[in-house]
């Protein structure tokens, strides 16, 4: 480690030599790096919330340098690991019983970029596809590489709920429209937690649970809302006593908090934009889905092949403008570059994780695998801006802590006879 250290602090010195904000990506990735390789558990938290926070700030709304901000994150994340497994540092990654899907869908990948850059679609197009793909294992075996203990999962936990509060009530009192989903991935869990702790933290889940609630509903975006509705059905119906205890005590806080907010004025102007987005049409999305089922229709098995795209395409209020190759509706971006097979290929592992969480009815599994089953829902008309990264997060999250997996570690504690797990 003590070379690591040495070369992160070169690298740093180098770094900020380099031109305008080249100088602070760089400066910033290294710092990541070194936050990383000693505290393993922080990657996905801080690449989710760093992303967005990150990708707001420098690129006010650009979707390329949102999703840069996002990758680059992740990319130094994975590095990190791979830095840590040749010094030997720690330990490997959790198996689960999805891998095999998620390693198949890594391959569907690389097959379907080999395709459609062999028929002749664009390289730029291609990248653009298999990302909506890619970054499902990503974040998959990101998860089961970094959260291996009950004590990595409940530490990431606690970072990620901190810090989304914090975003939470700054933004709360804010016009404008927000995206609802950072604080929604945490409301499921909360709820779970809610309904089997007591005491002060049972009032400290509840409460956090409503607050985050009200920031969904306040989204005014409705890929969150089907989202939410869908996940809080599966939670009713397929969870036990005390996963509808947790339900029921934060529907009565929500209600609390929500009275308590509608008297400040910007929390009004928030409300009042959910009107407004419910009477706001699709706009081109049906005509773009369309096109695509067009595309799957001509090659329904294996699809046109990464980076499809169809070109002079009308539709109205753009007139003549490129279709492709991702469409605002993830099952048809899927089959049209990828047909059928992909589809499956792509839903398997998937499911495996659903399946996996709801079955365990009280345990803490069934809140992400209920999660997943909402996001899915929501892909239907949902088009997020860094792809749809929870269908690989959230089953990998549901197999970690199914209670016939769960596994017990010394964790974060140090030992006289190997590295602590903090740094290891």
Do not use: K
């Amino acid at each position: 480690m003590a070379t690591v250290g040495a070369a992160l602090g070169t690298a740093v010195s180098l770094a900020t030599m380099l031109p305008g904000i080249m100088a602070l990506a760089a400066t910033g990735a290294l710092v990541f790096l070194a936050v990383f390789l000693l505290w393993p558990w922080t990657v996905l938290p801080v690449g989710i919330v760093g992303g967005a926070v990150a990708g707001g700030l420098v690129g006010g709304g650009d979707v390329r340098t949102y999703v840069a901000a996002h990758l680059l994150l992740l990319a130094v994340g994975a590095t990190a690991l791979l830095i840590r497994y040749a010094f030997g540092i720690g330990r490997g990654g959790r198996r689960t019983a999805a891998d095999t899907g998620m390693l198949m869908v890594i391959g569907l990948t690389v097959a379907a970029a080999c395709y459609g850059l062999a028929i002749g679609n664009l390289p730029t197009e291609v990248v653009v596809a298999g990302y909506q793909i890619a970054i499902l294992p990503l974040y998959f075996f990101l998860a089961t590489h970094t959260l291996i203990t009950d004590r990595r999962l409940v530490a990431a936990g606690l970072l990620y709920v901190g810090v989304v509060a914090v975003l939470a009530a700054i933004s709360m009192t804010v016009p404008g429209r927000h995206g609802g989903l950072l604080t929604l991935l945490a409301v499921p869990p909360l709820i779970w937690y809610a309904g089997r702790a007591r005491g002060w933290r049972r009032v400290a889940s509840v409460l956090l649970a409503g607050f985050f609630t009200i920031d969904v509903v306040l989204a005014s975006y409705r890929g969150i809302w089907l989202a939410a509705g869908v996940t809080l059905l599966v939670m009713l119906v397929f969870g036990g006593r005390a996963v509808r205890t947790g339900l029921a005590a934060t529907a009565a806080t929500g209600c609390v908090v929500a009275a308590l907010l509608a008297l400040d004025p910007g929390v009004r102007e928030r409300a009042q934009e959910i009107a407004t987005g419910l009477e706001q049409s699709a706009g081109y999305r049906a005509s773009e889905s369309v096109v695509g089922l067009d595309v799957f229709a001509q090659r329904p098995v294996l699809g046109a092949g990464l980076g499809q795209s169809t070109t002079d395409v009308y539709l109205a209020d753009f007139a003549l403008t490129d279709v492709g190759p991702v469409y605002h509706a993830f099952y048809v971006t899927l089959l049209a570059n990828v047909g059928l097979l992909g589809l499956a290929l792509v839903l398997w592992p998937v499911l495996r994780g659903i399946r996996s969480g709801i079955a365990d009815r009280d345990g803490a599994a069934l809140p992400f695998a209920a999660l997943c089953c909402g996001f899915l829902g929501a892909a239907i008309f949902a088009a997020p801006t860094d792809g749809h990264w929870e269908l690989g997060l959230l089953p990998a999250l549901a197999l970690l802590t199914v209670r016939t997996r769960r596994t017990r570690d010394p964790g974060l504690l140090p030992s006289p006879t190997r590295i602590p797990e903090a740094v290891s």
